[in-house]
């Protein structure tokens, strides 16, 4: 199966891509299989795939052409790994997270490589202080207002190393809730913590500036187990619940969900990306989980360019009721004209 379909990648690249398969690296194993899953895939719709073509001094993985309609594919494999691509980061956050502060939690975003260690102090000072001057009141005010702009107002800092940016706002935490101050949570208590959503959300933001100035755009993402409840704060922002007490008994009159403006798609600034019509999400490829391949295409709710046939006809989101609502449909291997249901060596 693997020749077969290697064999309709262009000469060029057909022994790179077996070379990459023969590797006893699973990374990138798993990542030249994914490369040969969506290649297939998209021969399957019918489409005409040129691969690595130069549009605009850039080469995007895919160029599809069906029926009148062009755009460009992206494609890229997430997993577990993923957490210790960066270890100087990671160390930075763990330094951040030894901060003692059981009243507030900091919610951090990270922007390039730390490509060297930062200085401890250089990087926690600012943090610290943070902390110290935060006015209680004040953030009590803004937890119990209906500003719908609280997180914006909330205290921040930053510390900029190199071409590595960290940025913290500070929030609240359950336990100041608890301890009968009233605290409405106004986001995560452990956001240092590296999570899934900010890998997803990283990874997008990589690929959607690869192809920009390429014309219309999918990118298509394989997660793993660990990833694939991050997907809609991924694109969207993350999601907090908002906690709301009586101002006069201090009891609680329910909660409310909320998005940080976080997301791959809508940020601080509005809307973003916009040449990224959709996002494939396709969960643990496998050799020997073809026949079983399960996929969710998202629509960009803010682009105005049609989408593709087939990102209707399999399972998908639809945003036309103003929300999040996922429609079935036809399994993935439908498409996949050529693949092996056989027990392989190993299978797991």
Known sequence: MLERWASRFPD?????????????????FDQAFFEMF??????????????????GGKNPDFAISHAGFDYV??????GIEDLKEDRNELQALDWLNA???????????????????IPKRELLRPFEKLVEDADYEYLR???????????????????????????????TTE????????????GPTKSTSPDHIGIIRKALKRKARQCAGTGRAIIAIELDDFLQFGKSGALFGTEIVNLHFNRETGKSIGTSWDRLNDGFWVDKDGPQYEHVIGIMFFHTVRPWKVKNAEALFVPNPCA??????WSQEIDHVDFSNGKWEQVSGKPIAEFMKDYEDVQWPGAY
């Not at 901060?99 to 260690?117: M, N, S």
């Not at 336990?175 to 106004?186: D, M, N, P, S, V």
């Open 73 to 78: 594919v992206e494609a890229t494999s997430l």
């Open 304 to 309: 105005t360019s049609p989408l593709p046939g």
């Open 99 to 117: 901060i003692d502060a059981p009243w507030f939690a900091v919610h951090v975003e990270t922007y390039g490589v730390l490509d060297r260690t």
């Open 141 to 171: 005010g803004l937890a119990l207002s209906n500003d719908k702009r609280k997180l914006e107002k909330a205290p921040s800092t930053n510390v900029t190393h190199g071409d590595w940016k960290i940025t913290g706002t500070l929030m």
């Open 38 to 55: 969506v290649h297939e895939f998209l021969l399957g719709t019918g489409a005409t795939v040129i691969h690595e073509p130069e549009i």
């Open 12 to 28: 060029a690249k057909r022994k790179d891509i077996i070379s990459r398969i023969r590797s006893k690296d699973m990374d990138s």
């Open 175 to 186: 336990r100041a809730r608890k301890e009968g101050e009233g605290f409405i949570g106004l």
